[in-house]
């Protein structure tokens, strides 16, 4: 990894990028894509947490806290920007982890799966033995021990499709997405509009100190981060 200098004004936009390209033998080519996308819409942020998206993390505290089996679905971008963030949060919140991959090969799979066990936690997903009714993409493939039998599924940098399928198939779902117009953000119970590595953090020091919140509408946040980014556009 080629380590950007420290005291580059985007040094930890620059970092996300080594990271993502230090892991890229288990990182799919279209997820580079995906990070670039998110990054615009973190410029619109301001790239920092703004209130709406600390509401929806607390909202998502609340959910953790009081999930039987909670489950948190991690991706390759996911993997290699913030495998140790996950782990926290894993066990703080006592959630599992499951590799789940909408490009999935048993490489990857298992390469994923290496890397967080790098950092203290067994993922699930090697053994995939049940399915999500509704999808034909490798994404429908789960366990039934963490996916299949969540209540509560942590799914940042989602595909909509499987967001859409998770929610149909009567669980809460969490995001977090920094586009607060995509399908995943609209469909998904709880959107965190914000930078993964920024926001996991919080998520994990809310859960440990018990401070969520019972009131939420996701609608109205995403509105609110709008206005927030509409805000910042035209100031």
């Known amino acids: 990894m080629v380590l950007p200098p420290k005291d580059h004004p985007r040094y930890k936009s620059l970092l996300a990028r080594e990271k993502l390209v230090d892991a890229s033998e288990f990182v799919a080519k279209q997820g580079?894509?995906?990070?670039?996308?998110?990054?615009?819409?973190?410029?619109?942020l301001g790239e920092q947490t703004c209130l709406p998206a600390l509401s929806a993390i607390k909202a998502a505290s609340s959910a953790l806290i009081e999930a039987?089996?909670?489950?948190?679905?991690?991706?390759?971008?996911?993997?290699?920007?913030?495998?140790?963030?996950?782990?926290?949060?894993?066990?703080?919140?006592?959630?599992?982890?499951?590799?789940?991959?909408?490009?999935?090969?048993?490489?990857?799979?298992?390469?994923?799966?290496?890397?967080?066990?790098k950092v203290g936690i067994d993922a699930l997903g090697v053994n995939a033995d049940d399915k999500i009714p509704g999808l034909s993409s490798e994404r429908a493939k789960c366990c039934s021990d963490g996916i299949g039998s969540a209540d509560v599924v942590l799914v940042p940098l989602e595909d909509g499709d499987r967001c859409e399928a998770l929610v149909k198939m009567g669980k809460k779902v969490i995001t977090i997405?920094?586009?607060?117009?995509?399908?995943?953000?609209?469909t998904a119970h709880i959107t965190i509009v914000d930078e993964l590595t920024r926001c996991l953090?919080?998520?994990?020091?809310?859960?440990?100190?018990k401070n969520g919140l019972d009131s939420f509408n996701n609608k109205q946040c995403l509105t609110d981060v709008l206005n927030y980014m509409a805000e910042r556009i035209s100031s």
């Open 32 to 44: 580079l894509i995906a990070h670039g996308r998110g990054e615009a819409f973190d410029y619109l």
């Open 68 to 117: 039987k089996n909670p489950v948190i679905s991690v991706n390759g971008n996911v993997v290699a920007l913030a495998a140790r963030e996950v782990a926290r949060l894993s066990e703080i919140s006592g959630a599992k982890v499951e590799v789940n991959l909408f490009h999935r090969t048993p490489e990857r799979v298992a390469g994923l799966t290496k890397m967080m066990k």
């Open 177 to 186: 997405d920094l586009n607060p117009l995509s399908r995943t953000a609209q």
């Open 201 to 209: 953090p919080l998520l994990s020091d809310f859960v440990k100190e």
